[in-house]
């Protein structure tokens, strides 16, 4: 029985249970509307401060208020998105074979951070949050799933080096270099500093500042920071040189692969050999299934050297959600399928329950 037909059983045994749901969902709404309502009406009362109708304490207060209230209606389709996930998850995955939930409180470590590191997909970061993780088997494959984030946290700032979903699985072909694909322009890989591209420019126009600063003045102050600027440049270019080195640039039959996607690898012959046209067709296909234009994908040995190919979709929507608070939780959702049979079917295309050799 297909994965539809289980999920449409499985719904049509659940219907009095969801039409409970719905009233909470209803509830739900009217709280998040009426939240909406209060909060721009006291943001008019802060434009109206704006125009020198109120005084500047009152109009502060407005502000305040407004985004506070803003805040509070926003938490609501938290709670709701919460509310369903805890009830009916775990009853609509039934309609997949051999799949589970990771608890919230393991879920951190369906990834570590030296298997990411190895996949080379991303650049540096030092946090991981996971809204949703699983794990499963499909025709004798076994693959991880989390809808993640992966963020370089400063002491004052942090930037997000990854948003988007990561499927990793065993490989049916034996890896003997590291071949990786990324869209163009995507310099958020290969263990690169994260912002590179910004750290690439500003240091260097912070280095004309403070030469400038130098050579207009004697303080002592600019000459230390031109010096620890120039040592910071130098690390990060010969860091970019090196790693630019270690890897080759692969250029492929495909003409249209070529202008959306970069492709490196330490192996020319392997990349060539791993990357078939049938492989390029249905990884085209797999990202754009997700309704994004940014994909990464890396044939590598993990940290115990197994191995495995990992997908990198980047995508800012909630993604394997059995429902939201602007939808009526009592109608299929065959969205929810259409994550999961995306990447079921991706197993299906690279026939990666196949296992050959190199």
């Not at 499985?10 to 939240?35: C, H, M």
């Not at 051999?98 to 190895?118: G, P």
């Not at 540096?124 to 984030?149: C, L, M, Q, S």
């Not at 002592?220 to 080759?248: A, G, P, R, Y």
Request: hydrophobic share 40%; glycine share 4%; with cysteine.
């Amino acid at each position: 029985m297909s994965i539809v037909s289980e999920y449409t059983k499985i719904f049509q045994s659940l219907k009095p249970e969801l039409d409970k749901a719905e009233n909470e969902r209803i509830k739900y709404l009217t709280t998040f509307i009426v939240g909406e309502i209060v909060a721009l009406s006291l943001f008019s009362g802060f434009v109206l401060g704006l125009f020198g109708l109120l005084s500047p304490a009152i109009t502060l207060v407005f502000l305040f208020f407004s985004l506070l209230v803003g805040y509070l209606s926003y938490l609501t389709i938290r709670f709701y998105k919460e509310y369903i996930k805890t009830n009916f998850m775990f009853k609509f995955l039934q309609c997949i074979k051999d799949i589970r939930r990771i608890s919230d409180e393991n879920s951190t470590q369906i990834f570590s951070i030296k298997e990411l590191e190895a996949s080379n997909l991303f650049s540096t970061f030092n946090k991981i949050k996971v809204d949703d993780a699983f794990k499963g088997n499909h025709n004798g494959v076994d693959y991880e799933i989390a809808e993640i984030k992966l963020i370089e946290q400063g002491d004052k700032n942090s930037t997000t080096a990854f948003k988007g979903v990561i499927l990793s699985v065993p490989s049916n072909k034996t890896i003997k270099a590291n071949t990786i694909i990324a869209t163009k322009r995507d310099m958020n890989i290969r263990n690169y500093p994260t912002g590179i591209i910004a750290s690439i420019i500003y240091v260097p126009l912070l280095l004309c500042e403070c030469f400038l600063s130098l050579k207009f003045s004697s303080d002592i102050d600019n000459f230390i920071k031109l010096i620890v600027l120039t040592i910071i440049t130098l690390i990060i270019i010969c860091s970019f040189i090196e790693k630019q080195k270690s890897m080759q640039n692969v250029n492929l039959e495909s003409i249209n692969f070529d202008k959306r996607f970069n492709v490196f690898s330490k192996d020319q012959v392997e990349a060539r050999y791993l990357l078939t046209p049938t492989f390029i067709e249905k990884f085209t296909r797999f990202y754009t299934a997700f309704g994004t234009n940014k994909a990464k994908c890396s044939f590598y040995k993990d940290h115990t050297g197994n191995d495995r190919i990992m997908f990198a979709i980047s995508t800012w929507k909630d993604l394997f959600e059995p429902g939201n608070l602007f939808t009526p939780v009592n109608e299929p959702k065959y969205l929810f399928l259409s994550d999961f049979t995306s990447i079921f079917n991706m197993i299906e295309f690279f026939k990666l329950d196949e296992k050959t050799k190199l």
